[in-house]
């Protein structure tokens, strides 16, 4: 069970053969050779109707078209094929609330490829932001077939805009597909091994290096709580270490480091869950899945950075050597943790991580982590919370989120909760009495391990999209990736 390596980055399946339809759904207008497209119009208001023909205007009324339904119309060709779709894009807006910010008519290209016939389509409308369209029609275009028998349906494809960078597009696209399907992909083929095949599979697109420390050689290397956390599992835990620099860039570059949580599966331990909390705990390394994401978008770019991508993999078991309620374990940081409960295991795993990139003083320091429960009672599926100490850096993640449709929404590290965490016993606890304030109480026990980074950044996501909508159909999702990515792409570039 013992095991350190750092061989060169694995051969075999890549993202771009993993996943045909992300890189297929946006194709440019360039590698569009000319080839017939459907047109797709936007209506907003009644007068975006003028243009079409008087026929195809009598077949909307008699298709009861309304322009504030997101219900895409076929119209007819004299040919009894099809010469076009409309959809309706007015905002319909109540006098004295805020608009909603996910009602941009960008994101109405998400909703069309499940309800659209194979073939080729362009906007025939313009958009604010044509690149966040076409994102969204290959977000939207996303599904999983790993387990399917069949072949699988032709996907709709999206002629993009001149002047939109397809390249970057599919890019984003290709890398929020690669994520999804890892935690889409059930526990019983999505392992801590698997996990570090996904990363070496990554960085052999990326011509990044990858090392890792497995079983029982995380406590000849000083990483106890992820040891303590894994060891359970037949299935060995471990800290995969990724490492990138862009082509091309010499001298020193800005150190950024991301941190995810990769509990390939979560029984909650000794302190066991109950079976309706472990349905979807295959979606409990969803904080590894959005930094894999991120790192490929990244890398993908090229942006001036040194990457690092620190992913403390395990499974949280019962056994007869689980970690126990009330045991007492060192920390690689130093600091003795007293086990309040098993099912908080996440920040404890993520702790040894952290306190590695904390040593190399990194410039920033972002973790992702399907932590807990409470920030979804607090602000629901769709809205991760995060958490930072910098005002300004805080201002300009969640701009970056809202920019390109992957919001986030700041909570505090609320400081006068940190003595929740105090033990009579230890250090520290890794849960508070009570239960109150859960997403705060953990990030206040992450940020205790963060020293030198000069920008620190917590997003508890969820991991997981519990009914369609306009950017995915229900399952995995990496939330705050694209985020995250659209923020280093504005800070490096």
Not at 127 to 144: E, K, M, N, S, T
Request: aromatic content about 6%; overall charge neutral.
């Amino acid at each position: 069970m013992a095991k350190k390596s750092a061989s060169p980055p694995a051969s075999g399946p890549t993202p771009s053969t993993l996943l045909p339809h992300a890189a297929t759904s946006v194709i440019s207008a360039a590698d569009a050779d000319g080839a017939p497209s459907l047109p797709i119009w936007l209506i907003r208001e009644a007068a975006d109707l003028s243009h079409l023909p008087a026929a195809h205007r009598a077949w909307l009324t008699a298709q009861a078209f309304k322009s504030a339904q997101r219900k895409p119309v076929l119209l007819p060709a004299a040919d009894g094929g099809i010469s076009g779709v409309v959809v309706g894009a007015a905002v319909v807006s109540t006098p004295g609330r805020s608009p909603d910010p996910m009602a941009r008519a960008e994101l109405i290209a998400g909703l069309l490829p499940p309800q659209l016939p194979p073939g080729r389509s362009h906007f025939a409308s313009t958009f604010d932001d044509p690149a966040l369209a076409a994102v969204a029609w290959g977000l939207g275009a996303y599904r999983f077939r790993r387990y399917k028998s069949g072949d699988a349906d032709a996907v709709p494809q999206l002629v993009v805009s001149h002047g939109v960078d397809a390249v970057t597009v599919r890019a984003i696209v290709e890398a929020t597909a690669f994520g999804r399907d890892l935690i889409n992909t059930p526990a019983c083929d999505m392992g801590p091994a698997e996990i570090e095949d996904a990363t070496r599979a990554l960085a052999g697109v990326h011509a990044a290096k990858v090392s890792s420390i497995v079983g029982d050689s995380l406590l000849a290397e000083n990483f106890p709580l992820l040891h303590a956390v894994g060891r359970a599992s037949p299935r060995a835990p471990r800290l995969i270490d990724l490492v990138w620099q862009p082509k091309g860039r010499t001298g020193t570059l800005p150190r950024v480091t991301l941190v995810g949580k990769g509990i390939a599966f979560d029984t909650g331990g000794l302190d066991l869950k109950p079976s309706s909390g472990m349905l979807i705990m295959k979606k409990d390394m969803g904080g590894a899945a959005a930094v894999l994401a991120t790192a490929h978008m990244i890398m993908s770019a090229n942006l001036p950075i040194r990457l690092r991508v620190l992913i403390a993999a395990a499974e949280n078991s019962v056994a007869g050597d689980s970690f126990r309620p009330l045991d007492v374990i060192k920390s690689r940081a130093g600091l003795t943790v007293e086990i309040g409960n098993t099912d908080a295991e996440g920040r404890l795993v993520l702790a040894d991580a952290m306190a590695l990139a904390d040593e190399e003083s990194p410039d920033l320091l972002m973790t992702f982590a399907t932590l807990t429960g409470a920030a979804r009672v607090a602000l629901g599926p769709d809205l991760p919370p995060f958490f930072c100490d910098d005002e300004d850096f805080a201002a300009d993640i969640a701009a970056a989120g809202l920019s390109v449709a992957d919001p986030v929404w700041r909570l505090p590290f609320w400081s006068s909760y940190d003595a929740g965490l105090e033990s009579a016993v230890a250090d520290i606890n890794n849960v508070a009495d009570g239960p109150f304030a859960g997403a705060i109480i953990a990030a206040l026990f992450l940020r205790r391990f963060v020293k030198n980074s000069r920008r620190y950044a917590h997003f508890d996501i969820y991991g997981w999209r519990p009914a369609p909508k306009a950017l995915g159909p229900k399952g995995g999702e990496v939330n705050a990736a694209r985020a995250a990515f659209a923020l280093l792409a504005k800070l490096y570039t």
